[in-house]
Nanobody, 117 residues
Framework: QVQLVESGGGLVQAGGSLRLSCVAS????????MGWYRQAPGKQRELVAI???????NYADSVKGRFTISRDNAKNTVYLQMNSLKPEDTAVYYC???????????WGQGTQVTVSS
C-alpha cells in the first residue's frame, strides 16, 4: 500500500560522501517517522537514523557527526547525507516508514553503499 523508492547508492572512496533519497508513494497518509537502516553481509539490520514528521531526529552512535537525515514533507521524501564515509559503512541501506496509529511498517528495496579504502 506504501511504496518506498530509493536512489543514490553506489561506490565511493573512504572519506567521500553520498546522498541517499527515498520517495514514498501510495497510501502515504498517517506516515509519521521515516528512517534509514542498514545491513552488512552476515550481520543484523541496524538503525542508522530516524526522523519524525515534525523533524525530531535520532542517530546511531556510529554515524553521529557524519550523517544527516532530513525530509521534505511536501515531496514525501527523506534523505540521508553521508559524509566522511568509512569502509565499515559498507552495507545495504533500507528506507523505512511507519504508521504508528496503525502499527504498520514499510520498507524499501534497499540500495547498496560500498566504501573502499
Amino acid at each position: 500500500q506504501v511504496q518506498l523508492v530509493e536512489s543514490g547508492g553506489g561506490l565511493v572512496q573512504a572519506g567521500g560522501s553520498l546522498r541517499l533519497s527515498c520517495v514514498a508513494s501510495g497510501s502515504i497518509f498517517s506516515i509519521n517517522a521515516m528512517g534509514w537502516y542498514r545491513q552488512a553481509p552476515g550481520k543484523q539490520r541496524e538503525l542508522v537514523a530516524i526522523i519524525s514528521r515534525s523533524g525530531s531526529t535520532n542517530y546511531a552512535d556510529s554515524v553521529k557527526g557524519r550523517f544527516t537525515i532530513s525530509r521534505d514533507n511536501a515531496k514525501n521524501t527523506v534523505y540521508l547525507q553521508m559524509n566522511s564515509l568509512k569502509p565499515e559503512d559498507t552495507a545495504v541501506y533500507y528506507c523505512n516508514a511507519e504508521k504508528p496509529a496503525y502499527g504498520t511498517t514499510y520498507w524499501g528495496q534497499g540500495t547498496q553503499v560500498t566504501v573502499s579504502s
